[in-house]
T-cell receptor, first 115, second 112 residues
């Protein structure tokens, strides 16, 4: 029954070593999002895909990139992780085919630790 | 720019109490407002979604209201249980696009 799946659940990487987080969905939703959530803070939107169209938030660092090879999968690439990038990364999906915003469904998150 | 605030930051109540969590937003041009639950170290679970044309939504022991004119939403939890212990986040979405702006949450502890 899992609808939004994130792998791995925990990721440890070294300072400066590229890392990729993955998200998949079984909902066939056309919109996918990546959020960063640091401890005791609100989730912060990094970017989203509306179908194949990539939309970057203005304050998202260049160090963060994303790929969406098909409807079901979306990846978050951190090119050179710094200590400040340690956080929970949340993937979410929603359907907006009729220009009517519906609930966003979140995955369980990937907790990233940078050593 | 939409800003969302939640008060209180933390709340501790004994089991069985009814309680209200508050959410304020600055931009009344809100398309919808969502309430989420987050357990420690976990993702977000959607509880209730209120469209701008609605004033409230109910699901079981939960009732959420939306007052656009005053920029406020409340989440009412009836007969609280220890299993309700979690962080509750509200998030507003403005017209134009699907960007959710989150509050920092209220951490709720319900003691037996």
């Amino acid at each position: 029954d899992a609808m939004v799946i994130q792998n791995p659940r925990y990721q440890v990487t070294q300072f400066g070593k590229p890392v990729t987080l993955s998200c998949s969905q079984t909902l066939n939703h056309n919109v996918m999002y990546w959020y960063q959530q640091k401890s005791s803070q609100a989730p912060k939107l990094l970017f989203h895909y509306y179908d194949k169209d990539f939309n970057n938030e203005a304050d998202t660092p260049d160090n963060f990139q994303s790929r969406r090879p098909n409807t079901s999968f979306c990846f978050l690439d951190i090119r050179s992780p710094g200590l400040g990038d340690a956080a929970m990364y949340l993937c979410a999906t929603s359907s907006n085919r009729d220009k009517h915003q519906e609930t966003q469904y979140f995955g369980p998150g990937t907790r990233l630790l940078v050593l | 720019k939409q800003e969302v605030t939640q008060i209180p930051a933390a709340l501790s109540v004994p089991e069985g109490e009814n309680l209200v969590l508050n959410c304020s937003f600055t931009d009344s041009a809100i398309y919808n407002l969502q309430w989420f639950r987050q357990d420690p170290g976990k993702g977000l679970t959607s509880l209730l979604l209120i469209q701008s044309s609605q004033r409230e939504q109910t699901s079981g022991r939960l009732n959420a209201s939306l007052d656009k004119s005053s920029g406020r939403s409340t989440l009412y939890i009836a007969a609280s249980q220890p299993g309700d212990s979690a962080t509750y986040l509200c998030a507003g979405m403005n017209t134009g696009f699907q960007k959710l702006v989150f509050g920092t949450g209220t951490r709720l502890l319900v003691s037996p």
